[in-house]
């Protein structure tokens, strides 16, 4: 089955630093991703939606210019959480929609959990 | 208001008793998906639903479109089905619960 596979699992950093988290699709063309944080025992929010080759759609409330979304080919995209900050400390996780599989096709990343000290 | 609201929010279980957890919806989908959540973090997908009833080994899940509900039911539970459960629906975008988290004790 699709496989989505996201790095990395887990990772700590200073604040002010930047992080890069990536989504790879592995045996399919992922034609949109979308990205989401969760805080403990919250639900999954969407932070925005990306389309290879186009700029991201972001949610209402995420900063554009903090999470920055690259989706340059069909099987990798990623988000860049820029000048971390504590409160940015969270769950990750990327979705992939799977070209021309409809509603059926979204496979999930394992998600990442960001630490800023 | 929630857009996709599941019950209970906590759940134990004796390893081998019958599990049902609720989903209801407002708004229209396409489809409605039922996800495991492990306490690592990482995600399974694990039915689509668009109508009518799925079964995957002890995992059963039902939705009723009319009235914008769904059920996942486990037979013969197991701790190593301790998991969080959530319900996600696919309208214009996905809608997610907030999640069931069940522990099935030996």
């Known amino acids: 089955g699709a496989v989505v596979s996201q790095h990395p699992s887990w990772v700590i950093c200073k604040s002010g630093t930047s992080v890069k988290i990536e989504c790879r699709s592995l045996?399919?063309?992922?034609?949109?991703m979308f990205w989401y944080r969760q805080f403990p025992k919250q639900s999954l929010m969407l932070m925005a939606t990306?389309?290879?080759?186009?700029?991201?759609?972001?949610e209402q409330g995420v900063e554009k210019d903090k999470f920055l979304i690259n989706h340059a080919s069909l099987t990798l995209s990623t988000l860049t959480v820029t000048s971390a900050h504590p409160e940015d400390s969270s769950f990750y996780i990327c979705?992939?929609?799977?070209?021309?599989?409809?509603?059926?096709?979204?496979?999930f990343g394992s998600g990442t959990r960001l630490t800023v000290v | 208001k929630n857009e996709v609201e599941q019950s209970p929010q906590n759940l134990t279980a004796q390893e081998g008793e019958f599990i049902t957890i609720n989903c209801s919806y407002s708004?229209?989908?396409?489809?409605l998906h039922w996800l495991q959540q492990h306490p690592g973090g990482g995600i399974v997908s694990l039915f689509m639903l668009s109508s009518g009833k799925k079964k995957h080994g002890r995992l059963i899940a039902t939705i009723n479109i009319q009235e914008k509900h769904s059920s996942l039911h486990i037979t013969a539970s197991h701790p190593r089905d301790s998991a969080v459960y959530i319900c996600a629906v696919l309208g214009n975008q996905f809608y997610f619960g907030t999640g069931t988290s069940l522990t099935v004790i030996p």
């Open positions: 045996d399919f063309q992922a034609t949109t």
């Open positions: 979705s992939a929609r799977t070209l021309g599989q409809g509603a059926g096709g979204y496979t």
């Open positions: 708004v229209g989908i396409s489809a």
């Open positions: 990306s389309n290879e080759g186009s700029k991201a759609t972001y």
